[in-house]
């Protein structure tokens, strides 16, 4: 009944969203048609076919990132296109070019609401236009109008992310497809208990339809090519669930492409590479930009601190067992808390939450970690199974509540889940005025989590995340992450720049884990001088210098900062320290100065002359994704395989098990009753009158 | 007064009133029921129904011409849905991707009409979208609302209408009354 609910909702959702924007155009056959083949599952290939190529330079700690996506017409019609795909959270979009047979359409940056304007102005003149927006910081969907039958068009953009840097290895991760996003049925009620419009788009925007899974794998092939500059000889190169090809392309350099050419978008993509040599020093990176200069700076904490004797911790593991993670994502988050649970010492204390539209905890508060509640721990793991909603905040709620608000020592939060969420905010908020002493840690399960929850969970947690995409990482990855948990971290971080002031982000700087670098952005005057960070490792001082003049130019480090403020204010207004029409504002404003896609600002490339003949019909279609790898899709579906019995065609006939709703209001017997109160009361009422009467 | 005359006085009065509420709330029921299927007989396949509440739009409608019963059918399976007319149960809708229609609704008021059911009977279901198809009543099943299973490829396409047996009297709400039908090619 739940994920039944999970796959309904989002669509019920979207369908009134689609009812409500009547101003725009649409052949949706109506309302009944459109949830179940506009937003539910695809059963036929798409008119409108779609390749996509990633082309990646990493130079030194930044990678510069070319997405070309090619639009195809298939069908005999004029049609509109619009494509639902993720980048890398801290990426920042900042060119669109629109390419048409010969012609090259450039596209500028303008507020989201002028951008869309146009757009649907050009949809309706026959012009052909393109435009780009962002759903959330991860999460963007390119809009292409009048393809013409048998036409291409191509849709390219750019981006910049920094490379993560974790224990002496570089990471560049690029998203390739978007799951399938649980709305939270009370995020699209407003407060009077009318559908909140806006949240009703937003449900409507951040959801795609599904493919089936009988089309195959073929659907939105993506090919990708990294050239890789470091700026040392790069060695270890692995990519771990994709196969490739490594050519050398000088000392320093290598070309990286698939080694099956194309692949189905149904998994992120992650490319990593360490050092040949023992310590690269590539942590400081500037930038002039129209009168400013602006910095990157690599921190790295020390690596090699003796861990001595740890102190006794709380752990809370939070698990996500709701529909999205059946399959392969819920064996690889039950492996994960298995080790982690096998690394606690009699003298810490841990809790086990699991939540999918409902919550349990495994204990009424934490516990010491005997050899008894082990047990009880492995075996309620062991039986967890995946299905229903993803109501995350409740979960989180009861993670944050500390049994001792006043202690000093260490509480960590351990959350497993793909993330699969639309109310990110309600997280954030949640953490920012609950976090208290406690720690958050987040792990991403599956082959395409949501990055952008994760970070930004991690960020407003001051822990950190980390990614377990299947089984086979779950050693790997949960033996780095709680080394880095048992280490003390280095915490009251400050900055400080000698010579003239830095505007720095992330503003609240978070505690530093054991090989887990803080890349630190800052806009200024002049850059002059050293940048000092101070900090404490339990009760030692610890401190950092750099020499600002060693920095080296790159043309990304403006963008970036850009990108990191818009991250900073919305981590402000999740803190209540600016309300919504000023994050918006200052949103808006970081968007146009850098003319990057942000939520307020959009790109938009048009044609100015027509090429829809007046008279020709247009189709909007909204292309179909594939259902992130290892994930079930007749669970998400709710289509749990069950027994037959006769209500099947033949008692062998495949059925499935459907949960039927109470069906009886009663009101006759409630009408009863009350008749018999009134009657009862009325007799009361006449014969104390009478009493009284005699009494009189 | 005497004290313990005046506390009957309001314990009598008190009863009258509570009395009253409870009728109102449950005479509530029958009425909204009636009136949110008249506004929405009026033109159905018009889905902007705010009132309704989020997630639950019009889908479809249903008549059975011998009862002389018609009724909007709303999508949400929520009990709020379930107040204002019969819903589509699980991703069960008309016009959709399953072979199976299932659709649930009170038995004491959108599908009261489930008592005088009988085999042969036709059920013409309307969608939105502007499809329409017919089904013929083949057989009757009751079942624990928690064992009802619908075959995921049945030779024919199936309607099933779902309500809560038996059909009057407390109970235990744990049965169910289906009707299976048939569609007509």
Aim: charged share 20%; proline share 6%; with cysteine.
């Amino acid at each position: 009944m739940p994920n039944r609910r999970l796959a309904f909702l989002s669509i019920a959702a979207a369908c009134l969203a689609s009812t409500s924007l009547s101003a725009a155009p649409t052949d949706a056959p109506g309302c009944g048609e459109l949830m179940l083949h506009a937003k539910g599952v695809a059963t036929q290939t798409p008119a409108v076919r779609l390749g996509t190529d990633f082309d990646v330079t990493v130079s030194g700690a930044i990678a510069r990132v070319r997405v070309t996506q090619a639009f195809r017409n298939t069908s005999k019609g004029w049609m509109e296109a619009s494509y639902l795909y993720p980048l890398p959270e801290d990426g920042a979009v900042d060119s669109l070019k629109m390419v048409v047979g010969q012609k090259i359409f450039v596209g500028h940056i303008k507020p989201r609401a002028d951008a869309q304007k146009a757009y649907e102005t050009a949809v309706t003149e026959g012009r052909q236009a393109g435009l780009v927006d962002q759903q959330r910081p991860d999460l963007f969907r390119t809009h292409v109008a009048n393809v013409g039958p048998g036409q291409t068009v191509v849709i390219a953009i750019e981006f910049q992310a920094p490379v993560r840097q974790l224990s002496g290895e570089y990471a560049l991760r690029l998203p390739l497809v978007a799951g399938p996003r649980y709305v939270a049925p009370h995020t699209l009620t407003a407060a009077d208990g009318t559908p909140n419009q806006a949240a009703l788009e937003d449900a409507a925007a951040i959801t795609a339809p599904l493919a089936d899974p009988a089309l195959g794998k073929s659907l939105n092939p993506v090919t990708i090519e990294v050239h890789l500059n470091p700026g040392f000889v790069p060695a270890n190169i692995i990519s771990p669930y994709h196969p490739i090809t490594v050519r050398d392309a000088g000392a320093e350099a290598r070309e990286i492409t698939l080694a099956a050419g194309d692949v189905p978008a149904d998994r992120d993509f992650e490319l990593r590479w360490r050092s040949a040599s023992a310590d690269p020093r590539i942590g400081l990176f500037r930038q002039e930009f129209a009168g400013q200069h602006y910095l990157m700076a690599t921190i790295t904490p020390p690596a090699d601190r003796a861990i001595g004797q740890v102190p006794p911790r709380e752990m809370v593991f939070v698990i996500d067992n709701s529909g999205s993670m059946a399959g392969a994502s819920i064996e690889a988050a039950k492996a994960s808390i298995l080790y982690a649970l096998g690394t606690l010492r009699p003298e810490d204390t841990f809790n086990i939450i699991r939540f999918d539209d409902t919550m349990t905890e495994l204990f009424v508060h934490s516990v010491p970690a005997s050899a008894e509640q082990l047990a009880l721990a492995h075996h309620y793991v062991e039986a967890l199974d995946a299905g229903g909603g993803t109501e995350m905040l409740p979960a989180l709620k009861a993670a944050l509540v500390d049994g001792s608000p006043g202690s000093t020592g260490v509480r960590q939060v351990v959350f497993l889940t793909d993330g699969e969420i639309s109310n990110e905010g309600e997280m954030m908020a949640e953490i920012a005025a609950h976090g208290g002493r406690s720690r958050v840690f987040m792990i991403g399960i599956g082959s395409a989590p949501n990055q952008f929850l994760m970070h930004r969970m991690a960020e407003a947690g001051r822990g950190t995340y980390t990614n377990v995409a299947v089984r086979e990482d779950v050693a790997s990855k949960m033996t780095a992450l709680l080394d880095r948990l048992k280490a003390p971290a280095v915490h009251d971080l400050a900055v400080a720049v000698g010579g003239a002031p830095l505007e720095l982000t992330p503003a609240r700087l978070p505690d530093l884990y054991a090989g887990e670098p803080l890349t630190l952005l800052g806009k200024g005057d002049r850059l002059q001088g050293h940048l000092t960070v101070t900090g404490m490792i339990g009760d030692k001082p610890w401190r950092q210098t750099v020499d600002l003049a060693g920095a080296a130019d790159s043309p990304a480090i403006a963008r970036l900062w850009a990108g990191a403020r818009v991250a900073d204010a919305e981590a402000q207004h999740s803190a209540g320290q600016l309300d919504d029409a000023q994050t918006d504002a200052l949103i808006a404003k970081l968007g146009m100065d850098y003319g990057i896609v942000t939520r307020q600002t959009s790109l938009l490339a048009e044609d100015v002359t027509p090429v829809r003949p007046s008279g020709a019909a247009l189709s909007r279609e909204e292309l179909p994704l594939l259902l992130p790898n290892g994930w079930d899709f007749d669970k998400l579906l709710g289509r749990v395989p069950a027994a037959a019995n006769e209500a099947a065609d033949t008692p062998e006939a495949p059925s499935e098990q459907l949960d039927l709703p109470q069906t009886s209001t009663n009101y006759a017997e409630a009408l009863t009753r009350g008749l018999a109160m009134l009657v009862v009361g009325l007799i009361g009422v006449i014969a104390l009158r009478l009493r009284k009467g005699e009494v009189a | 007064m005497k004290p313990v005359a005046w506390i009957g006085q309001l314990t009598a009065g008190g009863l009258c009133c509570v009395g009253l509420a409870v009728m109102g709330h449950a005479a509530a029921v029958p009425a909204k029921a009636a009136m949110a299927q008249a506004l929405l007989n009026r033109d159905f396949t018009h889905s902007s129904t705010p009132w309704l509440g989020a997630g639950v739009v019009p889908v479809a409608r249903i008549s059975v011409a011998r009862l002389g019963v018609r009724e909007v059918v709303l999508a949400g399976g929520t009990d709020q849905a379930l107040a204002y007319g019969p819903t589509v149960v699980g991703a069960h809708a008309p016009g959709g991707r399953s072979r199976v229609v299932v659709m649930a609704a009170h038995r004491d008021t959108h599908f009261r009409f489930m008592r005088n059911m009988v085999v042969g009977d036709v059920v013409r279901v309307e969608t939105t979208g502007g499809g329409a198809s017919r089904y013929r009543v083949t057989r009757f099943q009751t079942v624990r609302w928690d064992q009802f299973t619908v075959p995921t490829a049945p030779k024919h396409r199936l309607l099933a209408l779902a309500t809560c047996y038996p059909f009057a009297g407390p109970g235990h709400r744990t049965l169910r009354r289906i009707a299976w039908a048939e569609a007509i090619s």
